[in-house]
């Protein structure tokens, strides 16, 4: 009988034994040496034996299964604080970090990933794991043991047998997050909260199901310390059976900035979420010598790179109104670090926005940096008891009309509402529009209110006096201004379509329709077919531009403009200009005019413009000190010419007005 106990509990050792390794090269290593099959059927096996014996080794991977969930998580204090990282964002920031370093001795320095997770820390007694925690607050965290319990990246006994305390973060690897994603009824928006919440979650089969890991990267408590360097540290975590994330040993700060620098380049295609790079002095008699401030260690700085995403929240929802009399929503969020940028606005994009992503005031919300200037809303990362509600407002904030809903966008139906129409003078007179010089959104604002400006048309019939006796507005200006309006009237189509302001037509389309109808009113009496078999616009762009012109109000805007005197003219076709074919390299100095504008003139006449001479190079335009550019043409025996003779073609190549202008 008892000899059968033994044979039992010998193959249960052994089963327990080889399944850790199996574990451990699996989890730990990323290198498994046997397939899944095999190990199901080893781990099968045990789960028979332990059942029928009632017995459960302390290091069976049976125990990695978590449990009940719990009702709420026990304090745990930390047997030694766990000190957060100082940071550095500048390279100055970085060097006084060094100098403070080198003035206490002399030391290698290690560079580690900065893995963005939740901090952990694993208890150790008498070889044993005895206890997971958060870091909390430094002192006193949460006893997550049963959630942790679920994760393999660990091993449940460590051949040192004083009292350990390992620290790493539990991290949620972006290709799991991925697959998550792609099924789960509510998607997690980012790694780090994903980590956060799957480690935090009262029930570890959920913890279990979401598949975080725990990296591992410093020891932080040891009854018998003998460790004398980071390098050694790692070894032993590593020897233990700790999952470690790699690093590597710097000699000198120039190796340290080195390693930052490709961490900053490796970090982007790696499938672990990091923020930035941790420099620690490898010495530990150094790091004794530099001691902690009341928050940090002195001998470990965190280099941070710009974060893209940062967590804030809702305090107040600003409506703002824009040409088309859309309604936009700009939140106004705490103060918050983002991208090099301190981020005071976020957008939320339009009222259905808001209630998609359930953004209410007082919400702590996910914001990203994107393209644009202004960060978007990604979603709400929890409400508090006294979160309310953003309600769409119902009258106009500027002028009390009542508004209406399309899509997922109120609108203001009022067309002289103040923002309104300040944006469509904005956007009228602006580059790529008219490009009015001196018309600022400020004098958009002033002429509405001074000067009763309601429409674009308006700003070619000013009263000079009114306009005179405008506060800042002196003789000078005044004149420029009106010469700069009067200017604006000799206008490529393109740019007039632009300044019409049509939802939808930026540049490009602006671009395509003037090539495409030569003219407003060739544009005017397109169908919604014609417009749809041009390339780039799609039936809903084909209608707003319908609808646009079949607007009595806009037609009559128009008619105004081209009585006012506007003249629009077609840029000459690309292919059929002076410069078509040329690879031109401009050099030297123009007297006539900045070399960015001839650039632009030689392009739009069908030019490619270099900035070297090469082979392929056709034409050098040459200033006065011209240089080893002029040299290298004339060595290729590549055409030369002289400011004179460029402003010959330039002048020669003058296109004719479009029909608009009559
Ligand atoms: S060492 C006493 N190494 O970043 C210094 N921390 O902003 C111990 N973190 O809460 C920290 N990656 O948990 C260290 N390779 C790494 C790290 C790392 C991420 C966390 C750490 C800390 C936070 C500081």
Redesign the pocket.
């Known amino acids: 009988m008892d000899e059968k106990r033994d044979n039992v509990s010998e193959e249960m050792r052994t089963l327990v034994d080889t399944l850790n390794r199996w574990g451990h090269e699996y989890y730990v290593l990323d290198a498994p040496s046997v397939p899944d099959a095999e190990y199901d059927k080893a781990y099968a096996r045990l789960q028979r034996l332990e059942r029928e014996s009632g017995v459960r080794l302390f290091d069976s991977p049976t125990r990695r299964v978590g449990g009940e969930p719990v009702k709420t998580f026990a304090r745990h204090a930390h047997i030694a604080r ?4 100082d ?1 550095a964002v500048t390279e100055d920031e970085l060097d006084a970090f060094f100098t403070r370093v080198s003035k206490a001795g002399e030391s290698a320095y290690t560079v ?6 939740l ?2 820390c694993l208890t150790y007694e008498g070889g044993r794991f005895v206890r997971a925690a958060t ?1 909390g607050n ?1 002192v006193e965290g949460e006893d997550v043991t049963a959630q942790v319990l679920t994760m393999h990246s660990f091993p449940l006994t460590v051949s040192y047998k004083g009292t350990l305390e390992v ?3 539990a991290i949620i690897r972006l290709s799991v997050l991925a697959e998550y994603n792609r099924t789960a009824a509510e998607p997690l928006k980012n790694a780090r909260n994903a980590a956060a919440g799957a480690v935090r979650n009262l029930d570890p089969a959920v913890t279990a199901s979401r598949r975080p890991e725990i ?1 591992f ?2 020891v ?1 408590y040891m009854s018998e310390p003998f460790l004398s360097t980071q390098e050694e540290a790692f070894a032993f975590l590593q020897r233990e059976g700790f999952k470690t ?1 790699g ?1 590597r040993l710097c000699r000198t700060p120039q190796e340290v900035r080195e390693a930052i620098d490709d961490i900053e380049v490796t970090r982007k295609s790696i499938d672990v979420l ?5 420099v ?1 002095v490898n010495d530990f008699s150094l790091r004794e010598k530099l001691g ?1 401030t009341d928050k ?2 002195r ?2 700085i ?1 280099y ?1 790179f710009e974060a893209e995403e940062a967590e804030t929240v809702v305090r107040e929802v600003r409506w703002q109104v824009g040409r088309t009399g859309k309604l936009t929503p700009l939140a106004v969020v705490d103060p918050v670090e983002l991208a090099g940028a301190t981020v005071r606005r976020a957008t939320l994009n339009n009222i259905g926005d808001i209630r998609r992503k359930d953004v209410r005031i007082g919400s702590t919300v996910l914001i990203r940096r994107s393209n644009e200037v202004i960060p978007e809303i990604l979603g709400a990362v929890s409400h508090t008891g006294e979160s309310v509600q953003i309600a769409p407002p119902e009258r106009c904030p500027y002028c009390g009309a009542a508004l209406y809903e399309e899509g997922a966008n109120l609108f203001c139906p009022d067309r002289a509402c103040r923002p309104r129409v300040a944006a469509q003078l904005s956007n009228f007179a602006g580059k790529g529009g008219m490009d009015i010089e001196g018309f600022s959104e400020m004098t958009a604002y002033l002429f509405y209110d001074k000067l009763n400006v309601r429409r674009c048309s308006d700003l070619y019939f000013l009263d000079k006096k009114a306009l005179s006796e405008l506060e800042g507005f002196g003789a000078k200006k005044v004149r420029n201004l009106l010469s700069a309006i009067e200017g604006s009237k000799n206008v490529p189509l393109e740019n007039f379509l632009f300044a019409l302001g049509i939802g939808g037509i930026g540049k490009v389309a602006s671009r395509d329709l003037a090539e495409r109808f030569g003219s407003v009113q060739a544009l005017s009496e397109a169908t919604a077919e014609q417009l749809v078999e041009m390339e780039n616009i799609g039936e809903k762009t084909a209608a707003n531009i319908v609808g646009w012109f079949a607007d009595e109000e806009n037609a009559a805007e128009v008619s105004r403009l081209l009585s006012a005197g506007i003249r629009p003219y077609v840029k000459a076709r690309v292919s059929e200009g002076a410069f078509a074919g040329q690879s031109v390299v401009l050099t030297g100095t123009l007297a006539s005019m900045k070399r960015g504008d001839a650039q632009a003139k030689i392009e739009a006449l069908g030019g490619v413009c270099q900035s070297a001479v090469t082979s392929k190079t056709t034409l050098v335009v040459a200033g006065e000190a011209a240089g080893s550019k002029l040299a290298k043409a004339q060595a290729l025996g590549i055409r030369v010419i002289g400011e004179e003779e460029f402003l010959k073609i330039l002048s020669e190549s003058v296109s004719a007005p479009s029909a608009d202008a009559k």
């Open positions: 766990l000190y957060s990282l940071k580690e990933y900065k893995l963005d997770g901090t952990m870091r430094g620290k790493g973060e990296l990267y410093d932080n994330f690093h990091t923020d930035g790079a941790v620690k902690y940090f260690p001998w470990a965190a941070k």
